[in-house]
């Protein structure tokens, strides 16, 4: 039971963040992570990482609801000027 009160706690604090990811392909400046379901976190981030603008490279959605609890939805994009 602790274990679920932590890990609930755990994902109502990431809830609302948009993380950078590593892993960004080539030809691509940023990969952004965010909750499944809430992409609105990932183009907030994106517009705040590229301030001159920038095109989506990729955009994955999960839509499976198994994968939706355990993967982030992603955003790739390529930042204008950069």
């Not at 183009?43 to 959605?61: M, N, S, T, W």
């Amino acid at each position: 039971m602790l274990r679920f009160a932590i890990a609930a706690a755990a994902a109502a604090l990431a809830a609302g963040c948009a993380q950078i990811n590593p892993e960004t392909p080539p030809g691509a400046s940023y990969a952004i992570n965010c909750p499944s379901g809430q992409l609105e976190f990932c183009f907030a981030k994106a517009k705040e990482l590229c301030p001159k603008g920038y095109d989506v490279v990729q955009l994955r959605r999960n839509q499976d609801s198994i994968m939706m609890a355990v993967a982030p939805d992603r955003l790739v994009v390529k930042c204008h000027g950069q």
